[in-house]
């Protein structure tokens, strides 16, 4: 039931990106390696079923099934720093970009 998600970056925070050489797939991958949850945390909200065991503390899960899952967009101009994350709904199965 992971979901894509799709990052819009400002005209200000898309400008930072380029002057430190980020590329779309460096912030993905990023993105995929710093949104982590453990299994534990999934079993106490009810996320994933059973018991959370202490190795379920340790054992990550990332918020997409893959970097890929992390669409990047640039938008908007120099009018502030107002960038966004989208959810998506369901899951991939159901809802693709």
Do not use: N
């Amino acid at each position: 039931m992971q979901p894509q998600y799709f990052l819009v970056f400002a005209g200000e925070h898309t400008a930072v990106f380029r002057k430190d050489g980020w590329t779309k797939d460096q912030i993905r991958r990023y993105c995929f390696d710093h949104t982590q949850t453990s299994h534990a945390e999934l079993k106490r909200i009810q996320i994933m079923p059973g018991a959370a065991s202490q190795e379920d503390e340790t054992t990550m899960r990332s918020l997409v099934q893959s970097p890929e899952d992390f669409v990047v967009v640039a938008a908007g101009g120099s009018a502030g720093a107002f960038s966004a994350y989208i959810p998506g709904w369901g899951g991939k199965k159901t809802s693709q970009a």
